[in-house]
């Protein structure tokens, strides 16, 4: 079978900039961060205080109190995503594609604040029993079955955990299937809720997280913000939706992944840059074809300097006439989530044909020099992007797009 | 300056990196003992539970030798126990 075009043609997001696409897309574009102090953890224990939270957040908008019982918050955000992207893509789903289409979703930590919770009332409080729904709330994979049973979709479905790279790696596994035949439709992206106090504390004693905010690529940065939330594509044969006659956001056109088989927390300049080669050579695009980036840019001071070498040894002189974001400094790292959330953030850039800034920044660092769209948005005519997650333990992997 | 303070950083030290103990002098550099950003995590860790003190974001970032790291230490333990004298 000849590789077929892959298009998107749903999306869904919920996350610190707000409960929908709108929204998202406006904050974005308003170069408007999510960013404020946490409140559904007591932080008074806490070195830092701010996180980029869902607000105003209600499942019982969303969920009966019995499917409720059975949704950890990263679930809900997973689901929530979902629906989204389905509807938005107008997709009818027949028993045959039911069983010809894929969820593929990324997570890092699982059912988080499930199982802090359980765990809380079995150590500090001498509980003889724990819930008999921790384990099915708390497995990584909950989010993708859920949204499985929810439409029905019977063919390949899984999670795949790979810390802050996850959706990155669960979106290209989605692509490559539908681009090969092996899957007719695809759900994918990823969810996270990391707002526990135990997986907090563990994320003070790594010494990366921002007493203030996110400032990516800027000198005074301070490391990064934690982020929650949930965002999911709809991936279908090009053809198909043109068949469909429904509008396009973008095609996805390369996945490239690499190992930095080095250190397990500090990142190297060769993987992330193997990576976004391999991304290029999927898409069978030269590097001078891409306009923009959006980075992974956490605002660690390491991983900044890392990445802006990392895209001048894979761009060369092209790395001058790029355009590099960091949306991070908007709707903060969710971590499992992240690659999804900035998939899409990819896609509507392309879109609209305006590229979301790096909010926050300040000053320049001689260390970081691209052109990183400080705080205002910029117009367009990038036909080619790239979306790029490096995660801890030295797993990369970069998403291509292409205007629609 | 071998004081017991001193001597018990040092040994934080040495215990962390898994190294012999006289590998570790005051004039060394944590990059000299081969720290890199883990154990420096690994070793703050140790030594926030050792002196029962908080040692911020910003204190350890400029820490680049073990005599920075024994007044470091030193100053937050003085600080500690004025204040529990205070509180007292």
């Known amino acids: 079978m000849t590789p077929r075009r892959v298009a998107v043609t749903g999306l869904g997001v919920i996350s610190a900039l707000g409960q929908d696409v709108p929204c998202f897309w406006n904050d974005l574009r308003a170069g408007r961060p999510g960013i404020s102090r946490i409140e ?115 063919g390949a479905v899984y999670t795949v955990s790979t810390a802050c790279a996850s959706s990155n790696h669960a979106i290209g596994q989605a692509f490559w299937m539908v681009r090969d035949g092996v899957a007719d439709l695809a759900i994918a992206g990823g969810s996270e809720a990391p707002f526990s106090f135990g997986f907090l504390k563990a994320w003070e004693a790594m010494r990366v997280v921002a007493p203030d905010t996110c400032r990516p690529f800027s000198r005074d940065r301070k490391g990064l913000i934690l982020g929650e939330g949930g965002a999911m594509l709809v991936l279908e044969p090009l053809e198909q939706a043109r068949a469909r006659g429904v509008p396009l956001y973008a095609e996805i056109v390369g996945f490239g992944m690499s190992s930095d088989a080095g250190h397990i927390t500090t990142p190297s300049i060769d993987g992330p840059s193997r990576a976004m080669q391999a991304a290029l050579r ?62 899409i953030a990819t896609v ?27 705080n205002q948005a910029r117009a367009t005519e ?7 997650a490096f995660a801890f333990g030295g797993l990369n992997a970069v998403l291509a797009f292409r205007r629609a | 300056m071998s004081d017991e303070l001193a001597e018990k950083v040092l040994s934080a030290i040495a215990t962390t990196k898994r190294i012999p103990r006289e590998r570790v002098s005051l004039d060394s550099t944590l990059e000299e003992l081969g720290l890199d950003s883990l154990d420096q995590l690994n070793l703050l860790f140790a030594l926030e539970s050792d002196f029962n003190i908080s040692i911020s974001d910003e204190q350890a970032k400029s820490i680049r030798t073990v005599r920075e790291m024994v007044e470091g230490v030193r100053k937050l333990t003085a600080s500690a126990s004025g204040q529990s004298a205070l509180s007292a």
């Open chain 1, 40 to 154: 559904s953890v007591d932080i008074s224990g806490l070195r830092f205080q701010n996180g980029a939270q869902v607000r105003g957040y209600d499942p019982g908008q969303h969920f009966e109190p019995a499917q409720s019982d059975l949704l950890d918050r990263f679930s809900q955000f997973a689901l929530i995503a979902a629906r989204q992207a389905v509807r938005d893509s107008g997709i009818v789903f027949t028993p045959e594609l039911r069983q010809r289409a894929a969820v593929v979703t990324g997570s890092s930590v699982g059912g988080q604040s499930s199982e802090d919770a359980q765990f809380w009332e079995v150590y500090r409080c001498n509980a003889p029993r724990v819930h008999p729904l921790t384990i099915p709330r708390i497995m990584a994979n909950a989010g993708a079955s859920h949204i499985a049973m929810e439409f029905g979709i019977s």
């Open chain 1, 348 to 374: 509507l850039a392309l879109y609209h044909r305006t590229l979301p800034p790096t909010a926050n920044f300040t000053t320049p660092d001689p260390e970081c020099d691209l052109d990183i769209v400080p």
């Open chain 1, 382 to 388: 990038a036909e080619y992007a790239l979306s790029n």
């Open chain 1, 282 to 343: 999927d898409a069978n695009i030269g590097p001078e074809r891409v306009g923009y980036i959006n980075a992974h840019g956490t605002g660690t001071t390491n991983n900044d300097v890392t990445e802006s070498r990392a895209i001048r040894q894979a761009f060369g002189l092209h790395a001058d006439k790029l355009a590099v974001s960091s949306t991070k400094s908007m709707h903060g790292h969710a971590l499992g989530a992240a690659g999804a959330l900035e998939a």
